[in-house]
């Protein structure tokens, strides 16, 4: 992964790859603080492993701005090493806000920007930042995320949906009101080449692996989810008007999908055709 060199580009020009993926870090796991008047900053706070990628941020950065380190007890811990990037400009923090990054607490609110940006390398910052790249306990290839933001929930299963053919309906879990979009196996894998392409800026650990996961391949005799029923209006009157199951059969499809969908179309869960 190549190092990341200071840019003439103009300072958060989200169509420059290294900005892109800089901001939407920022997004997921940056705090901007407002203090009195124009004081504030904005502080990116990492396990010291990480280190690297906040003095990539520090070079990409044409404004003074720190990277310091620390040890403390935590919950989970007796002794824990961080790193903390720390941006007080205040031109830099406006302009930072004024492409989508909020002040204050920001998890539900934050949106993908609404100007031109790298789409691949903004969504490899969100998951650096957010999700997990590796292998599942059962041995198969992942890459999840974890998010509140609609927005950037419905914006990864967009692109993943392009890039793998994967459908994803996104939903809150009831626990904590929080996504969690995950991709396996193929899946995973395309999604994973896609967004960790050679020389990008990344974690290098997710970057490696994410490249990991290429060498995973499908056992024989394990079996391939069906690809996922599109039903379109004029399929669902098939559905209701159909005096049973087996009626409905000119669809193409066995009797459990069908019969799924019918008890969704009755009882009200998804919209009645036109």
């Known amino acids: 992964m190549a190092d990341c060199e200071p840019s003439a580009q103009r300072f958060m020009d989200l169509r420059v790859p290294e900005y892109a ?18 004081k504030g900053k904005l502080t990116v706070e990492l396990n010291a492993r990480d280190i690297d990628i906040l003095h990539n941020f520090q070079k990409l950065t044409p404004y003074y701005s720190s990277v310091t380190e620390r040890t403390r007890s935590t919950n989970f811990t007796e002794t824990h090493r961080s790193a903390t990037w720390s941006l007080c400009s205040l031109e830099a923090r406006t302009l930072l806000n004024e492409l989508g990054l909020p002040y204050g607490r920001k998890s539900k609110t934050i949106s993908p920007p609404h100007v031109e ?36 929930g419905t914006y990864l299963c967009q692109y993943a949906e392009e890039v793998t053919g994967a459908v994803r309906n996104i939903k809150r879990n009831a626990r904590d009101d ?31 692996a994410a490249d990991s996961l290429a060498s995973w ?57 036109d």
């Open 117 to 152: 940006f790298s789409g691949r390398d903004y969504l490899r910052g969100v998951i650096d930042a957010d999700g997990s790249v590796g292998y599942t306990s059962k041995g198969l290839p992942f890459i999840s995320l974890t998010t509140a933001s609609t927005a950037i």
């Open 217 to 273: 391949v499908r056992p024989e005799g394990m079996q391939r989810r069906p690809p996922r029923i599109q039903w379109t209006p004029e399929m669902d009157r098939i559905l209701l008007a159909a005096p049973t199951i087996a009626d409905a059969a000119t669809l193409g499809y066995s009797n459990s999908p069908c019969q799924v969908r019918r008890w969704k179309l009755l009882h009200g869960l998804v919209p009645l055709p």
């Open 178 to 208: 929080i996504y969690n979009i995950l991709y396996t196996k193929e899946s995973a894998q395309k999604l994973a080449a896609g967004l960790y392409y050679p020389g990008c800026l990344s974690l290098e650990r997710k970057w490696a």
């Open 21 to 38: 993926y800089m901001f939407g870090f920022l997004q997921a796991d940056g705090h901007l603080q407002q203090g009195v008047g124009q």
